[in-house]
């Protein structure tokens, strides 16, 4: 029974909330877990005329049968975990690693003015202190927090026990490989590393352990906040093509630029890509909207991911063509 981790190929935003979600709901996971840097990241989740957003929560809850963890490599903001239990009715099944680091007002403060919010366009969310302050060895820890102690848990040992009796996890990472610390354009990155390999170390997977890595490019590139991006269009150009995005946690415009395959090559290099979801096909291309056969995508869609699954020698296996989670093109079974 596999392991499955997902991320981010580009900037973030690449739509991993919605190929999460399908995932959650069609490969039945027994343990669904986050991992990743903290409440900057957003996801949206759309299932029929319900919206979500979440930013503490994995983005696969919406699978009743599956436990959602947090990592402890993941910082936690209580009020938004608690407030997300609540509102997504998860307070049976929702678990929070003992050792997650904790955000507090402190680093919201610290977040929410000066360079890191000038110059490098945090989100303000916190994280960044926050995972300071974890290097610093001062951050408070979850075990410490009065407000989360039924949702503790030992995460990596309930991970790792999961797949010794053969049960299917899923492994959630946030933002996208061009934000990680290490391998992205610093400074204009996020507190940590996002690639495949940290993802699991902040949930605790062993590197023998993961059997798939799906890797998530949206058909055009887009960035929030500031840091270098090739051949970015103008705004006008942007609206012109239907690419304008706002953040979910900051509002903010995102910038956009087309496809970038040499971004995306290094992802695959980076996460060591097993698999390619594709999201937003019907943004470029919009007589694909909600298609869900292959067979139904006109040539020139059909050419662009034909293009991509060359250039980057990995299969593009799941395809995003609308804004609802049912809207997937699966390949999975016939790659
Ligand atoms: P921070 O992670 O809040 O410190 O923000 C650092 C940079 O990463 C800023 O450019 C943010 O806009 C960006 N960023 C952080 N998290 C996300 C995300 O989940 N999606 C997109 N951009 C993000
Ligand atoms: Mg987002």
Redesign the pocket.
């Known amino acids: 029974m596999p392991s499955t981790v997902v991320v981010g190929g580009f900037?973030?935003?690449e739509g991993k909330g919605k190929i999460i979600s399908y995932l959650a709901l069609h490969d039945n996971f027994s343990i669904i877990v986050r991992g990743g840097?903290g409440p900057?990241?957003?996801h949206t989740v759309i299932d029929g005329k319900k919206i979500y957003k979440i930013r503490m929560l994995p983005s696969g809850f919406l699978n009743k049968n599956s436990k959602v963890m947090i990592g402890p490599g993941v910082v936690v903001n209580p009020k938004i975990l608690l407030k997300e239990i609540k509102e997504f009715g998860v307070s049976k099944r929702a678990f929070v690693d003992r050792n997650c680091g904790i955000i507090e007002d402190v680093h919201i403060n610290q977040?929410s003015k000066g360079r890191?919010k000038e110059k490098?366009?945090?989100?303000?969310?916190g994280?960044?202190p926050a995972n300071a302050e974890r290097a610093m060895r001062t951050l408070k820890l979850a075990k410490d927090i009065d407000s989360l102690s039924s949702y503790l848990e030992d995460v990596p040992n309930a991970i790792n026990e999961a797949i010794n009796s053969n049960q299917n996890v899923l492994v959630e990472g946030?933002?996208?490989t061009h934000?990680s610390l290490w391998h992205g354009t610093y400074p204009?990155?996020?507190?940590k590393d996002v690639t495949a390999s940290a993802i699991c170390s902040d949930v605790g997977l062993g590197p023998k352990r993961v059997d798939e890595v799906i890797v998530i490019f949206k058909s055009y590139v887009t960035r929030?906040?500031?840091?270098p991006m090739d051949n970015e269009l103008t705004p006008e150009e942007t609206n012109k093509k239907g690419w304008a995005e706002v953040?979910t946690?900051?509002g903010r415009t995102r910038r956009a630029a087309e496809f970038d395959y040499e971004l995306a090559k290094r992802s695959v290099m980076l996460n060591s890509a097993t698999q390619i979801a594709i999201t937003k096909l019907d943004v470029i291309f919009p007589d694909c909207s909600q298609k869900t056969s292959y067979d139904s995508l006109n040539a020139d869609a059909k050419s662009f991911i034909k293009n991509i699954e060359e250039k980057l020698n990995v299969p593009v296996t799941l395809i995003g063509t609308g804004p609802s989670i049912h809207d997937v093109i699966d390949r999975r079974t016939k790659v």
């Open positions: 900037f973030g935003d840097a900057n990241a957003g977040d890191l490098i366009g945090s989100t303000g969310s994280t960044g946030t933002q996208g934000l204009f990155v996020t507190s929030v906040g500031t840091g953040g946690v900051t």
